[in-house]
C-alpha cells in the first residue's frame, strides 16, 4: 500500500477514536470492515483471474529444490536472504512491540498519530533512499551497513530508558519522558525501514536470478515466519527489554552479513575488471614475427 495512503489511515483512525468515545476501541475494527466489503466487491466485479504460464508450472517440492540448489551454489545469495530475514524478523516483532514499550502502565497514547508519524518517517526513508541509488556511490551494499547499524541503536533505546523512569504503579496518563526518546528511536526505525525496501530490491535483481526470485525469498520466510510465531507465542514469557535486544542483536548481525556481501561483490567485480582488462590488452598486443 502506497505509505501516502497509509499516513492518511493513520489520521482517520485516530479522528475515529477520538469521535466515537463511546466504542472507540472498535471503532477503526469496523471502519477497517468497511473498507474490506469495499475492496472485496471492487476486486469480484473487475478482477480476473490470472493463471500465468501453464508451461512454467513446477510442483512445489521442485521450485524449493531449485531455491536450495541456487542458495548453496551461490553465498551472495544465501547471504542476502539471511540479511532480509534477519531484518524483517525484526521489523515484524517490532510491530507488536511498540505499542506496550511507549505505554508500559496504561498510559493513554495516540496510537493513529504515532502509526502515521510512522508511515510518514518510512516515507522520508523511502525518498532518501531514492536518491541514494540514483548515484553511483555510495553503493547500496556500502551504505546498507550504516542503516543496520543504526536501526540496531534505534531499537536499543527501550532498553536504555527502561533505567531513566522509576516505575510510579500509577495507571493512565499521558507519554512518559522515556516514552518520547523511545518514540524518537521508533520513528528513526521506521525511516530505516523505508530505506530498507527500495536498497534490498535493487539488490535482489542484482544478485539473485529472476527465474527463481520469488522461490529463494520464499524459502528464506520459512524460518522468518517460524521466528515471529514463536516470538508472539512466548510474548508473556520474556520481558519487553529482552525482545528489544533479540531484535537488536539480528540487526547487528545483518550488517555484519552485509559487509561480508560487499566484500564478495567487490572482490567478484575487482577480477572481472582485471580479467577484462588482460583481455583487452592481449588483443591489442602486436604480434612478434
Not at 518517517?121 to 531514492?130: I, Q, T
Not at 500509577?170 to 516514552?179: L, M, N, P
Not at 515471529?228 to 547487528?252: E, H, Q, R
Not at 552485509?258 to 564478495?264: A, D, E, K, S, W
Request: proline residues 4%.
Amino acid at each position: 500500500m502506497d505509505q501516502k495512503l497509509l499516513v492518511v489511515a493513520g489520521l482517520s483512525i485516530q479522528e475515529l477514536f477520538e469521535v466515537h468515545q463511546s466504542y472507540a476501541v472498535v471503532a477503526p475494527f469496523d471502519a477497517a470492515a468497511c473498507f474490506l466489503a469495499i475492496g472485496m466487491a471492487i476486486i469480484l466485479s473487475s478482477w480476473t483471474e490470472n493463471f500465468g504460464d501453464s508451461s512454467d508450472n513446477k510442483n512445489l517440492l521442485a521450485q524449493f529444490r531449485s531455491a536450495a540448489v541456487a542458495i548453496a551454489s551461490d553465498e551472495k545469495v544465501a547471504l542476502l536472504g539471511a540479511i532480509q530475514s534477519l531484518f524483517e524478523g525484526s521489523m515484524y516483532t517490532f510491530v507488536f512491540l511498540w505499542t506496550p514499550a511507549l505505554s508500559p502502565n496504561d498510559e493513554e497514547i495516540p496510537h493513529g498519530f504515532i502509526f502515521a508519524t510512522f508511515m510518514l518517517a518510512s516515507m522520508l526513508g523511502s525518498s532518501f533512499a531514492a536518491r541514494l541509488l540514483a548515484r553511483s556511490s555510495p553503493r547500496v551494499e556500502s551504505y546498507m551497513q550504516i542503516v543496520f547499524v543504526v536501526s540496531a541503536a534505534s531499537l536499543l533505546l527501550p532498553i536504555l530508558t527502561n533505567f531513566m523512569d522509576i516505575p510510579s504503579g500509577i495507571k493512565g496518563g499521558g507519554i512518559s519522558f522515556s516514552g518520547c526518546i523511545q518514540l524518537l528511536g521508533f520513528c528513526t526505525f521506521e525511516a530505516c525501514v523505508g530505506i530498507f525496501w527500495p536498497s534490498i530490491m535493487k539488490m535482489r535483481s542484482q544478485y539473485i536470478p529472476e527465474e527463481a526470485r520469488s522461490t529463494i525469498m520464499n524459502f528464506f520466510r520459512i524460518p522468518l515466519n517460524m521466528f515471529v510465531c514463536i516470538v508472539l507465542y512466548n510474548v508473556d514469557a520474556f520481558p519487553i527489554t529482552i525482545m528489544f535486544g533479540m531484535c537488536s542483536i539480528f540487526l547487528v548481525m545483518a550488517s555484519v552479513l552485509q559487509r561480508r556481501l560487499m566484500v564478495i561483490a567487490e572482490g567478484q567485480k575487482s577480477r572481472s575488471e582485471d580479467w577484462t582488462a588482460m583481455k583487452r590488452d592481449t588483443e591489442t598486443e602486436p604480434l612478434n614475427i
